[in-house]
């Protein structure tokens, strides 16, 4: 293959990894090594389900598609054996799925990641992960929104058994 066309292909992958980051809303970089052939299926198929790509990039096209996309804190992080999970929908499904599972993985370990388009600390990556999916955020919400209706149900229901139990018996 001719040196230009190398090149040229080398160009178009780290365009393709430039896309990626500037679309995604949040991506986590790991540490795989180690993981045994059923873990890296199974971590896989967990982020799949959370709408997660997980994939293993060389770190050159890594470092020139994050300083393209202007993630230059993420240079540090590119070193060994590295796989990046990008979420285009939720922000913290990466990071939920990945901790998660690195408690049952010794093997796998975060390296760091970006959030909402800025280089996240390993702080802010860990406290994404507590943070509950779309679902649960909703129903969280859900029950706030019920609490008032409820309480005022509640004094409505007393008050009517209070009137009832003053009335004289017949």
């Not at 190398?6 to 896309?19: G, M, N, S």
């Not at 060994?80 to 990071?95: I, K, L, N, R």
């Not at 779309?134 to 009137?163: C, F, H, I, T």
């Given at each position: 293959?001719?040196?230009?066309?190398?090149?040229?292909?080398?160009?178009?992958?780290?365009?393709?990894?430039?896309?990626?980051?500037?679309?995604?809303?949040?991506?986590?970089?790991?540490?795989?090594?180690?993981?045994?052939?059923?873990?890296?299926?199974?971590?896989?198929?967990?982020?799949?389900?959370?709408g997660v790509e997980l994939e293993v990039i060389k770190n050159t096209y890594l470092r020139r598609a994050a300083e393209k996309?202007?993630?230059?804190?993420?240079?540090?992080?590119?070193?060994?054996?590295?796989?990046?999970?990008?979420?285009?929908?939720?922000?913290?499904?990466?990071?939920?799925?990945?901790?998660?599972?690195?408690k049952t993985a010794k093997n796998l370990e975060v390296k760091g990641g970006m959030i909402e388009g800025k280089v996240a600390?390993?702080?802010?990556?860990?406290?994404?992960?507590?943070?509950?999916?779309?679902?649960?955020?909703?129903?969280?919400?859900?029950?706030?929104?019920?609490?008032?209706?409820?309480?005022?149900?509640?004094?409505?229901?007393?008050?009517?058994?209070?009137?009832?139990?003053?009335?004289?018996?017949?």
């Open positions: 293959m001719p040196k230009e066309a190398t090149i040229a292909k080398k160009a178009a992958v780290v365009d393709e990894v430039t896309d990626k980051f500037s679309r995604a809303k949040s991506a986590v970089v790991v540490d795989y090594l180690g993981l045994t052939v059923e873990e890296d299926t199974n971590l896989r198929k967990q982020l799949r389900d959370e996309s202007g993630y230059e804190g993420l240079d540090d992080t590119f070193t060994g054996p590295t796989a990046v999970a990008f979420s285009y929908e939720d922000v913290a499904a990466p990071a939920r799925v990945i901790y998660k599972f690195a600390s390993m702080d802010q990556l860990s406290e994404l992960s507590t943070l509950p999916d779309r679902e649960g955020l909703l129903s969280m919400l859900l029950s706030v929104l019920q609490a008032p209706v409820r309480n005022v149900a509640y004094a409505l229901n007393a008050v009517a058994d209070s009137k009832g139990d003053d009335e004289p018996a017949a």
